[in-house]
T-cell receptor
Framework: GAGVSQSPRYKVAKRGQDVALRCDPI?????LFWYQQALGQGPEFLTY????????KSGLPSDRFFAERPEGSVSTLKIQRTQQEDSAVYLC????????????FGPGTRLLVL | QKEVEQNSGPLSVPEGAIASLNCTYS??????FFWYRQYSGKSPELIMS??SNGDKEDGRFTAQLNKASQYVSLLIRDSQPSDSATYLC????????????WGLGTSLAVNP
């Protein structure tokens, strides 16, 4: 079947603009993770869902970041009042079980805030 | 000190050589360790996982884990130019929140 998909693939936002990033996990995958990856860095954990429950949001850098997965499938990461430091690639990964090790990554959304 | 540390490289090896990538971690209670490969502009893909001390081999790849010394390594035998990528070490947080802690990655260049 299809892999993890993310949209948009690229987003250019003006500073202060709100953005919404979408992740479609592999069908039936229980767990979903959001990561932020800055240029030349490893992924940084943002938040984790098991089905519709957000079990860990400790990595969200500020209250401008909000994530949801209301029906336990598609997830949206919303960033309000974007800042230049929000520029990064946002990666979504899903796993078939609560265990995170078999993570399947989407292609990412590259966000540039001007 | 970062929780997971890797040399950023670049590590440059000739085609056919063995590439050795190293990773150290700070959480002694960590149980699961992973190596991901990331090509430029692409997302990470899992290439090896290891959970027990010792070696685990899969084709040209061998992961080595030493929990007492808190390091995990990845050996790539008969390196090919297509192996040129960034290799990310990830460690499963030894708690209940199940998040992976990532290193910064080591850039590998295999020269023909």
């Amino acid at each position: 079947g299809a892999g993890v998909s993310q949209s948009p693939r690229y987003k250019v936002a003006k500073r202060g603009q709100d953005v919404a990033l979408r992740c479609d996990p592999i069908s039936g995958h229980v767990s979903l993770f959001w990561y932020q990856q800055a240029l030349g860095q490893g992924p940084e954990f943002l938040t984790y869902f098991q089905n519709e429950a957000q079990l860990d949001k400790s990595g969200l850098p500020s209250d401008r970041f909000f994530a949801e997965r209301p029906e336990g499938s598609v997830s949206t990461l919303k960033i309000q009042r974007t800042q230049q430091e929000d520029s990064a690639v946002y990666l979504c990964a899903s796993t078939p079980s609560p265990k995170p090790e078999t993570q399947y990554f989407g292609p990412g959304t590259r966000l540039l805030v001007l | 000190q970062k929780e997971v540390e890797q040399n950023s490289g670049p590590l440059s090896v000739p085609e056919g050589a063995i590439a050795s990538l190293n990773c150290t971690y700070s959480d002694r209670g960590s149980q699961s360790f992973f190596w991901y490969r990331q090509y430029s502009g692409k997302s990470p893909e899992l290439i090896m996982s290891i959970y027990s001390n010792g070696d685990k081999e899969d084709g040209r790849f061998t992961a080595q884990l030493n929990k007492a010394s808190q390091y995990v390594s990845l050996l790539i035998r008969d390196s090919q130019p297509s192996d040129s990528a960034t290799y990310l070490c990830a460690v499963l947080n030894a708690g209940n929140n199940r998040k992976l802690i990532w290193g910064l990655g080591t850039s590998l260049a295999v020269n023909p």
